[in-house]
């Protein structure tokens, strides 16, 4: 498909999204996305990012299959998580569940550094080669432990994780900044919410309920990677 189909594709994909918004603002208290994400969501060639056979399914505001029981989350969602975490240009996030790296290149438009942890080496793989011809050069991967973070690049002014714990991981916690945010979705597979975790200037932790999701588990390794 030509880049002009994409970018079309990619246009319609954006009134999707704004239109869902509109859908369930009584829900996440906004009626319209901080302009900044919805530019980027404009910018990033999701296409880019899904298997190849599933590039003209790309810009559906839908989820779609990435391999090994995983899936790249809906363009919404996507939107949503990246909204919430009010980002700055001189933020450093930590993303917990790297895919195949979409959700990390949004970060990185709008972060001065982004780090993404994926627990399948294969995937982890396949996001660095994706990353790497987008021109993503502030984004850096490693294969590991989501529930324990990543512990020598901590402290984080915003963290986003992209699959479902049954409850916000306490490693997670700790190594979020003061002031900082912290967006993932938690819940036993049929009663999951997406949470916004907030951390005060005192290290005062207060959540928010956003609205119901549907995320893949988040797996934790046996040993710590």
């Known amino acids: 498909m030509c880049t002009d189909i994409f970018f079309k594709l990619r246009q ?8 869902e ?7 996440i208290g906004k009626a319209a996305l901080d302009r900044r994400v919805v530019e980027v969501l404009g910018k990033v060639p999701r296409h880019q990012f899904v298997p190849v056979e599933l590039q003209p399914y790309a810009y559906l505001n ?3 299959p990435i391999g090994f ?4 989350s809906q363009p919404f969602i996507v939107a949503l998580m990246t909204d919430l975490l009010a980002l700055s240009p001189q933020d450093v996030a930590l993303e917990i569940g790297t ?3 979409y959700q990390a290149a949004v970060l990185a438009e709008l972060a001065k550094k982004v780090y993404s942890v994926e627990i399948i080496d294969d995937l982890s793989e396949l996001a660095e080669q994706r990353l790497s011809r987008a021109g993503y050069h502030n984004i850096t991967l490693k294969v590991g432990n989501g529930y324990k973070g990543w512990p020598e690049c901590a402290p984080f002014d915003k963290i ?4 479902a714990a049954d409850f916000i991981p306490p490693h997670l916690i700790l190594q979020l900044k003061p002031g900082g945010k912290m967006v993932l979705p938690t819940g036993l597979p049929e009663k999951q919410h997406l949470i916004l975790v907030e951390k005060e200037s005192d290290s005062k932790i207060t959540t928010r309920k956003i609205l119901p999701v549907r995320f893949s588990q988040l797996e934790e ?3 710590s990677l």
């Open 12 to 19: 319609h994909m954006i009134v999707e999204v704004m239109a």
């Open 21 to 27: 918004t509109i859908y369930v603002c009584a829900q």
């Open 62 to 64: 839908r989820p779609l």
């Open 69 to 72: 029981d995983k899936t790249i």
């Open 99 to 101: 895919g195949l790296g």
């Open 160 to 163: 986003i994780v992209t699959a």
């Open 221 to 223: 390794a046996e040993s």
